[in-house]
């Protein structure tokens, strides 16, 4: 399973973005799909994330409200709208895959994805 993230870029606060994470080798549907950030110095923060199978997402409490994740199984992709953002949303975002649906205790940890996309860079300005 390789992922490709996509759709990083500059944005002013209140602006939005739709990330695209690609899914090449997708065989196993019954699967989680993951949205992460990162900023220098700080640990990768969870963000969102998918069952693909049955479409439940669920979301940080820092971004509930103003991002939504989807997906298109036709395109093997999983997309992160973000609307209304903030300078505190600057950051890497990574999308991630397991095989499996997990839990939500679960989803929130990064270790529980086996698969990472290379991440794409979100700069909100102030």
């Known amino acids: 399973v390789q992922l490709q993230a996509s759709g990083g870029g500059l944005v002013q606060a209140g602006g939005s973005l739709r990330l695209a994470c690609s899914v090449s080798e997708l065989t196993d549907k019954n699967r989680s799909m993951g949205w992460f950030r990162q900023t220098p110095g700080k640990e990768r923060e969870f963000v969102g994330r998918?069952?693909?199978?049955?479409?439940?997402?669920s979301y940080a409490d820092s971004v509930k409200g103003r991002f939504t994740i989807s997906r298109d199984g036709a395109k093997n992709t999983v997309y992160l709208q973000m609307d209304s953002l903030k300078p505190e949303d600057t950051a890497v975002y990574y999308c991630a895959t397991v095989a499996r649906p997990i839990a939500m205790g679960s989803s929130v940890r990064s270790s529980a994805y086996d698969y990472w996309g290379q991440g794409t860079l979100v700069t909100v300005s102030s």
């Open positions: 998918i069952e693909w199978r049955t479409r439940y997402t």
